[in-house]
């Protein structure tokens, strides 16, 4: 049996308190075999910029190349944590996305060099702990922060499932309560020096690198079957014609209807026109004013796709 579809089979279609899980739990103990010499992979983004169906896809494309799926994010969001090694596992995740003094010969016993794809990394701070090696290719995608902060707020209030960490899902409901107790415009005035920086700092360590793909999500969505071609182009991987039509099955960008309680609410771009008071997008224009010239969004009285 092809190798790919020995890994095809224990990767796919498995709860996430099932085999996914074993990639990470037998990577952070030391003992994956990992059956390829290929540079490691990984995919950058954040939150509400269809990170997890990326996430997905590309983690299906990166066992085409027979790399190996690393989700560590959606491993810690998903366990109980009652296993001694999963309580670990979330201290090393919570390490990875804070300046903390975590001794960083870690990352080197996680984040290797070959055969391994990581993401969705939905924080920038271990960018530097990722890409260390020559050869990782990465793909950064991101959406017009100004959507995604007001995307944000109603998956916070509305929508978005309550994580099986016990630790994760408490500080879910807790922002729940507190965010539904101010407007969108005063939830998203509390984000803004935080996000602001986090797009900073993918745009001065990842931007413009040659071994880094940068995709926005506006394109994604307007034109699913190109920015597919982009993403096999740049980790060259070659299809069948067949393959690449089921890859193209799986987008799905119709909302007939916003629904605030629907995880896929509004995927058009442009929705914080709608959602934000004039004042609310003057603050989001100046804050992000670098960012959105740098990625090509418009400040003006519309959206730029």
């Keep these: 049996m092809r190798l790919v579809t020995k890994l095809r089979r224990r990767f796919e279609s498995c709860p996430w308190n099932g085999k996914r899980n074993d990639f ?38 990166a066992l085409e190349k027979k790399i190996i799926p690393i989700d560590i994010e959606g491993f810690v969001h998903a366990t109980e944590g009652s296993a001694s090694i999963d309580q670990q596992l979330v201290g090393f995740h919570r390490s990875c996305f804070s300046n903390s003094s975590t001794d960083k010969t870690i990352y080197k016993q996680f984040f290797r060099p070959k055969g ?30 100004r959507d995604v902060l007001t995307s944000l707020y109603f998956s916070i209030i509305y929508s978005h499932a309550i994580p099986e960490n016990p630790e994760a899902g408490q500080l879910l409901l807790r922002l729940r309560d507190e965010g539904s107790q101010i407007s969108i415009d005063e939830y998203i005035g509390h984000l803004i020096a935080e996000w602001s920086e986090s797009y900073r700092t993918y745009c001065s360590k990842l931007i413009d690198r040659p071994d880094v793909l940068f995709l926005k999500y506006e394109n994604m969505v307007a034109d699913f079957p190109s920015w597919f071609d982009q993403v096999t182009e740049f980790w060259q991987i070659d299809l069948s014609r067949r393959a690449k039509e089921k890859y193209l099955r799986r987008a799905n960008f119709n909302v007939m209807r916003e629904n605030k309680n629907a995880h896929k609410r509004k995927v058009t771009p442009g929705d914080f026109l709608a959602k934000l008071q004039p004042k609310t997008i003057e603050i989001l224009n100046h804050e992000f004013r670098d960012v959105l010239d740098r990625l090509g969004y418009s400040t003006i009285a519309r959206a730029a796709a």
């Design 24 to 61: 990470v739990r037998t990577l952070f103990r030391g003992d994956l075999k990992v059956p390829s010499h290929q540079p490691s992979m990984a995919y950058f983004t954040v939150h509400r910029c269809a990170s997890s169906f990326v996430g997905l896809l590309l983690a299906d494309l």
């Design 116 to 145: 391994l794809f990581f993401g969705p990394i939905r924080n920038p701070n271990c960018i530097d702990q990722v890409l260390v090696e020559d050869g990782t290719k990465s793909i950064l995608m991101l959406r017009d922060p």
